[in-house]
């Protein structure tokens, strides 16, 4: 083969690799390989592409940017581009970055001085707020930068969004289009992914897929049941500010979310000094930041200094070290989880990833092994994100005396119990018995989001089951403090205060108890809602399917499962005994902010409604806890029909589901303390 045709060859197959990491990246949010190995690719290409520029296509990855939305949503213009910025995470290109400002300023304006906005780098989801005569009326996401995909619905659902921009500390603008960062606080992506792994399903690797994957969903229900929240920091369109500080200041005034970690500097010096302080900070905040950005405070300065072809020249991101490490793969153990399911873990040579050692990585199931083909010996990338278990996103190299590929044990590697298939995964049916099962159980339910008792760790456990102190899950109330003595890493007063956490469990919350139990599909949120459903553990108990499936969140796969745990007769045994020595408390519901106050109720919406639009009207009352549906059935509580309702109306009617007029709607809201006009 000829030279010339095997760099056509060479150009055309990496097309094809990136063309399939673009779609499983942008819109399938599941991406195979690491940002960095994909930026390996686009630059191998680019470089090819400059030094045969014949063989440049129009349909080539390098001439464009970003990727082909979801079938399911429109796309939509941007009002000015959204573009991103030129980063580095090393100290001299920040230096660089500020002395080519400093003299591209000077030769503007030799008397203009130079100062910065910093803001922390938020790892979410970049999105345009377009607000007209004071009202949201789209969500764009950032899409190709030019044009993005219309999630209005979705992002109505969350809760910092202002859907009606305040006026009364500074007037509103006929248009205003901001930008923001869509993200999920690290407390709630531990949550979403504690309940994914819970449900035997694959966690998101970092809060940046977690947001993406929540918002970008057809059903805005799913939106909502994650606490996705965001912060603003950029203005599409609008009045004219002087400072990014002033237009920060404004976008408060106007009800907008603005980070209160946001600072300024003067020189490079004070932007140094706030990267190392958000370094030092960036394990204890509530979200997860992957850098800092640096901005030119002078806006009029910033639309003269414009923008090469991909980044604003006013503006740079300082990243940090990325929670990625490389390390080997020194064996692949199955290990059994709490609810039966088999994972397979990696044992790693250790490596310290963002501050954390990290020796054990999570590979889910034979399918993502088979897929990323790891084995033993390889040198693998692990990633690490919030406190989540690490992940191995990828192999790096193939060691060279690597092993077989891996394969499932047949029994159970704790009790020899002969494993079978639930769905696609590999379960040990031995619940009660099998002491890795009941070693999970114990942790969880001492763990923090469960009875948060303090001293009972995985280590404590291991020990009290290997031990026979405990072999069956309420003889944990059985223990006593001469017996935790004799542990290792005991002594008489750990022991002492360990029976006294133990003693102090007895009369729990009930959403901590609910979620303590490991029922499966109850994550934190779940349990909560449960909670405020029911008000009592008694009845949650004798919930049937049907009341279940009407607390919000809950579908009905979901309502079956549980239900199923409620009533697995070795499951009714031990939570009898259990709660010989338990007493969950009762939950008083709480209302606050409407919050809540049409929990337990179905609405459908039909026809034309004069105040809101039917979208609108949805996200209202999902906000206030109901559920919606496109369709009348049995379980609907209310059909609101507006203007030339249908069929649905007949159908309401036939059924004997309750109608109400768009007013008789609004009334019932107000009866339960919302206005519709604000809510
Ligand atoms: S400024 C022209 N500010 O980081 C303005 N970006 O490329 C460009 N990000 O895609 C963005 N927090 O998603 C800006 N305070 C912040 C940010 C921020 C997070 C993200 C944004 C963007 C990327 C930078």
Redesign the pocket.
Known sequence: MSQASDVVNVINDLREQIHHHNYRYHVLDAPEISDEAYDELMATLRELEARHPELVTPDSPTQRVGGAPLTGFETARHLRPM???DSSAKEEDVRAFDQRLRRAVANLDESATVSYSL?P??D?L?VELVYEDGLLVRAVT?GNGIEGEVITANVRTIRAVPLRLLSSVRPVPSLLAVRG?IYLPIHAFDDVNAELMNQGKQPFANPRNAAAGSVRQLDTSLTASRPLTLYC??LLAGPTFRTQSELLGALADWGLPVNPDNATADDVEGVLAYFEKMVEERDHMAYEVDGV?VKLQDLDLRDRLGNTAHH?RW?Y?VKFQPRKEVSEVLSIVPSVGRTGVVTPIAMLRPVNIGGVTVSRANLHNIDDIERKDIREGDTVRVERAGDVIPQVVEVVETGADRGAPFAMPTHCPSCGTELTRRGPYTVCPNSFDCPAQLIARLTHYGSRGGLDIEGLGERTVTQLVERELVKRFPELYEVTPQQLEELDGFAERSAQKLWEAIEASRTPELPRFLFALGIPEVGGAVARSLARAFGAFDAVRAATPEDLERVNGIGAVMAEEIHGFFHEPHNVEVLDALLRHVTPKAETVEESNGEGVLEGLSFVFTGTLERMTRPEAEALVQRLGARTSGSVSKKTSYLVAGEAAGSKLTKAEQLGVAVLTEDEFVALLAERGVDAGTA
């Open positions: 573009l991103s910025l803001e780098k938020i979410g970049s950032r960062e920091y950029d950005v604003p503006a991101a």
